[in-house]
C-alpha cells in the first residue's frame, strides 16, 4: 500500500505506527530519508495536521502578502502539503515542504507587526482570527508543529517538558487512571514518555500529544473518576503533593480539548507553568513546609488521640524520612496508644507549646517531671528542633531563631587554653559551620567549629556550672555581666535550644556511647545493634552491643559499613539485635533501657542513609526458595542459570531431581535471603537426605564451600515480607 493509504488506515483505526527510531538501519533500507528519518524531524510533526486546519501563508506570485490560509491536503510521506488561500480561487493554491518558512501559525503577523491580508470578500466582518476560527468551527493548526523559524518573533508557547505532572491511563490496566509524570519529549513526532509515580519504569509508555489515554491535572475530578495515587509517596491533593514535591502540573493549554473533558482551567492554585513559558506562581505552599528534622529519640508535646483534650509527653519511636511520617509514642505509656502521623499533622507540638498556650502538659507516666529543661538535660534528651514545624503547630508561642546568626554572643572554650571559657561572637559563618571569635582579641584565636560542638555554650553557662568566664579584653572579671555587656554592644545572645545537650565526650560531632546500625566484618550479610566505643580524630571504633570486643573494628565516620538506626527497617532488611536480647527488637525500647542515644542521622552522608544497591545474582548463590509445586514448602537452594541480562533466574533445590526446578523473575516474593525462615518463624526444608532439626546454613556453606546471596540481591518485600 502506499504510504498515504497507510496514514490513512492508522487515522481511520486510532493507530500508532512504531517509530522509524526503533529500527536499525537495515530495517530501514530502502525507504526515503523523509520516511526514514528522525522523529524529530519535521516528518514526524507533519502527521498531525489534518485537512481543513488553518494557518498564515505567503502568497508565493506576491511574496510581500501574508494571508489566511487553509491545508487543503498532505502527503506525509513526502513531508508536503497544499495552501489554499481562503476565499480565493484554487489557481493561487501550492504545494510546499512543510519546513517552508512561508508557511506560519496563527497570530505570527500580529506578533510580527505584519499585516495579514484576510478572506478574500470578507472585509471587515473577518473580526480577527478567533472570531474566524469560532463562527466557523475551524481549528488551526498546532502551534507545537511549526518549526523555530516558522515561529520567529512569536511568544514561547506552553509545551510538555520532562517532571510535568498529569494524569494517565495504565494501558496494562486501562480501568485505571493514575498520578504520572512527563520522563521524555519528543518536540519534533509529539510524542511524550508516561511515568506513573512511585512505579518501575516498567509501566512507562509512549504517546502521542493529543493522545486520548492522557489528561491535565483534576480531570479525574472533573469527570468523577478515581485517580490512583502515586504507589508508596504521600499524596493528600495534587496542590500539596506538587508544593511538597517542588514540581509543575502541565499547562492546560498543552492538551487537545479531546483530553480535557470540558474543563476550561486546571483547579485552583494547582502550581503550573504558564503558556510562556516561566512559572506562573511558585510551587510553594501557603506557609512552606518546614524541614523535615525530626529523628528518633527526640521529644515534643502530642495530642492522646483517645482523649484529644490531653496533651503528653511524647518521643518519636520511628520514622518515614521519604514520607515524613513520624511515629509518636506517650513516655511511660504502652505502645498501643502510638500512632503514626505526618510531620505537619496539627496534633503534634514542639517542646514548650502548652506552656505558651496555657494548656496542661501531661507528663510521662511514672516518671519524676518538673519542667522540660530538667527533663530534657538530665536523661540526654534532645527536643524535635522548632524549626521542624509549621506555623500552626506552633501557634501561641514566640517567635525563635532557627539558627545561629552572625553576631550572636555565646560563651566558648579557648582551644588554646582549653581551660579558659570566653565571652564570644559568632564572626562568620559558612557551609553550617560556625567563626568564633574571642571579643576584644585579635583573630589569631579565631576558629572555626560545627555548631554542635560542645566547646561553645549559651550566655550564662559558665555562672550556671561554676565556671569562671573571661571577659572581653581589658575588661574586669567582677564588672562584667552580660545584661548590661549585651545593652552596650547592641547584641542579641544565641538561643540556648541551638546548643548541642551536655554531658558527652565528643568529637567531630559522633559521641561514645552513641547507638547504630553496623555491618558486621566476619559475616557482611549481618547488619547488626551497636555503639560507639570510641572516636578519635574522625574515625569511629564500633563495638555490637552483647558480643566481645573481638568483632569490634575501627572505621572512618562515612564509611559504607555504618548507619542510623532504623536504616535495616527503613530498606526492608533484618537488624541482628544484641546478644541475649529477648523477644523483638525496638530501638525505642532498647534506647531507654540502656538510657543511650542514637547517632543523629544529620551526621550521616548520603551514601550511609540511602538503600542498598541490588547486586546482580550470581550462578551458584545459595538462597531459600518457595517450592511452587508444593507452595507450603521452603526449600534450601541454587540459582542455577540466569538469562535476560541477569533478571530472571532458574532456581534449583539442593539434593533434588531438576524436575522441580522453575524460572522466575529476579523481582519475585518466592525467594528470599539465608535466614528468612529463621526470622519468620518457617520451616526451611534442607537438601534432600539431611534432616532438619540439624541443618545448620554456616556449617552447610562450609561444607559445600557455598556462596550465599547477599541481601543486597533481593527486594525490600523478598527481605522482610512474610507470605501468606
Not at 505526618?342 to 514548650?352: K, L
Request: net charge negative; aromatic share 10%.
Amino acid at each position: 500500500a502506499k504510504a498515504d493509504d497507510v496514514m490513512d488506515y492508522l487515522k481511520a483505526n486510532g493507530l500508532v505506527a512504531a517509530s522509524p527510531d526503533l529500527f536499525v538501519a537495515a530495517q530501514k533500507k530502502g525507504m526515503s530519508s523523509v520516511d526514514a528519518g528522525s522523529s524529530s524531524g519535521s516528518s514526524g510533526a507533519i502527521g498531525r495536521i489534518q485537512v481543513g486546519m488553518r494557518l498564515e501563508a505567503v502568497d508565493i506570485r506576491h511574496p510581500t502578502l501574508i494571508c489566511c490560509a487553509t491545508v487543503t491536503s498532505v502527503q506525509p510521506s513526502a513531508g508536503r502539503v497544499e495552501v489554499h488561500f481562503d476565499g480565493w480561487g484554487p489557481e493561487y493554491d501550492y504545494w510546499c515542504q512543510w519546513s517552508d518558512e512561508g508557511l506560519h501559525p496563527v497570530g505570527w503577523c500580529a506578533a510580527n507587526g505584519r499585516a495579514l491580508q484576510p478572506p478574500h470578500g470578507a472585509g471587515p466582518s473577518f473580526g480577527g482570527w478567533e472570531t474566524y476560527l469560532a463562527s466557523n468551527g475551524y481549528s488551526a493548526v498546532p502551534r507545537n508543529v511549526f518549526s523555530a523559524a516558522q515561529c520567529s518573533g512569536m511568544p514561547a508557547v506552553a509545551t510538555f517538558e520532562v517532571g510535568m505532572r498529569l494524569e494517565a491511563v495504565d494501558r496494562k490496566n486501562p480501568s485505571m487512571v493514575c498520578a504520572a509524570s512527563v520522563v521524555g519529549v519528543d518536540t519534533g513526532a509529539g510524542r511524550v514518555e508516561i511515568h506513573f509515580d512511585g512505579w518501575n519504569d516498567h509501566y512507562n509508555y509512549w504517546c502521542s500529544i493529543d493522545d486520548d489515554d492522557i489528561h491535565p491535572v483534576g480531570w479525574c475530578s472533573h469527570v468523577g473518576r478515581n485517580m490512583i495515587p502515586p504507589n508508596g509517596l504521600v499524596f493528600e491533593s495534587w496542590k500539596s503533593y506538587l508544593q511538597r514535591n517542588c514540581c509543575y502540573a502541565a499547562p492546560i493549554e498543552v492538551f487537545a480539548s479531546n483530553q480535557c473533558g470540558g474543563m476550561k482551567s486546571l483547579p485552583a492554585s494547582v502550581p503550573c507553568k504558564s503558556s510562556s513559558g516561566p512559572a506562573a506562581t511558585p510551587a510553594k505552599p501557603e506557609a512552606a513546609r518546614p524541614p523535615f528534622l525530626f529523628e528518633v529519640g527526640m521529644r515534643l508535646e502530642a495530642k492522646d488521640r483517645l482523649n484529644p483534650s490531653m496533651v503528653c509527653v511524647a518521643s518519636v519511636v520511628d520514622l518515614n524520612a521519604s514520607q515524613q511520617r513520624v511515629e509518636v509514642y506517650f513516655d511511660g505509656w504502652s505502645a498501643r496508644y502510638n500512632y503514626w502521623c505526618d510531620a505537619t499533622d496539627s496534633d503534634i507540638h514542639p517542646v514548650g507549646w502548652c506552656r505558651a498556650n496555657s494548656r496542661t502538659l501531661q507528663p510521662p507516666k511514672d516518671t519524676a517531671f518538673s519542667s522540660w529543661e530538667s527533663y530534657l538535660s538530665q536523661n540526654a534528651y534532645r527536643a524535635v528542633p522548632f524549626k521542624a514545624f509549621t506555623s500552626g503547630q506552633t501557634a501561641g508561642m514566640p517567635p525563635q531563631a532557627d539558627n545561629f546568626q552572625k553576631g550572636m554572643k555565646l560563651e566558648a572554650r579557648d582551644r588554646l587554653n582549653p581551660h579558659m571559657v570566653c565571652v564570644a561572637t559568632i564572626a562568620d559563618i559558612q557551609n553550617g559551620r560556625l567563626l568564633i571569635h574571642f571579643d576584644g582579641w585579635t583573630v589569631k584565636y579565631d576558629y572555626w567549629c560545627a555548631p554542635d560542638t560542645e566547646d561553645i555554650r549559651p550566655v550564662g553557662w559558665c555562672d550556671n556550672v561554676g565556671c569562671p568566664l573571661q571577659p572581653p579584653k581589658g575588661q574586669p572579671k567582677d564588672s562584667f555581666h552580660w545584661n548590661g555587656y549585651l545593652a552596650q554592644e547592641g547584641a542579641t545572645s544565641a538561643p540556648k535550644h541551638l546548643f548541642a545537650p551536655e554531658g558527652r565526650t565528643q568529637i567531630g560531632c559522633f559521641m561514645k556511647n552513641m547507638k547504630l546500625e553496623a555491618k558486621d566484618r566476619q559475616n557482611p550479610t549481618l547488619t547488626c545493634a551497636a555503639s560507639i566505643v570510641k572516636v578519635q580524630e574522625g574515625r569511629l571504633l564500633v563495638h555490637f552491643d552483647g558480643w566481645t570486643d573481638t568483632y569490634d573494628y575501627w572505621c572512618e565516620r562515612s564509611s559504607a559499613d555504618v548507619h542510623p538506626i532504623g536504616w535495616c527497617k527503613q530498606n526492608g532488611l533484618s537488624i541482628k539485635p544484641p546478644k541475649g536480647h529477648v523477644g523483638a527488637f525496638q530501638w525505642a525500647d532498647y534506647l531507654e533501657q540502656q538510657n543511650a542515644r542514637a547517632v543523629p542521622r544529620h551526621l550521616f552522608t548520603e551514601e550511609q542513609l540511602a538503600m542498598p544497591v541490588r547486586r546482580p545474582f550470581e550462578v551458584g548463590m545459595k538462597l531459600e526458595a518457595k517450592d511452587r509445586k508444593n507452595p507450603t514448602m521452603t526449600c534450601v537452594a541454587t540459582v542455577e542459570q540466569m538469562r535476560a541480562g541477569g533478571e530472571e533466574l532458574l532456581i534449583h533445590f539442593d539434593g533434588w531431581t531438576a524436575k522441580y526446578d522453575y524460572w522466575c523473575c529476579r523481582d519475585t516474593a518466592d525467594i528470599h535471603p539465608l535466614g528468612w525462615c529463621n526470622m519468620h518463624r518457617v520451616k526451611l526444608q534442607p537438601p534432600k537426605g539431611m534432616n532438619s532439626a540439624t541443618f545448620n546454613w554456616n556449617q552447610y556453606l562450609m561444607d559445600i564451600d557455598g556462596m550465599p546471596a547477599p541481601d543486597a540481591c533481593f527486594t525490600p518485600a523478598s527481605r522482610s515480607a512474610q507470605r501468606s
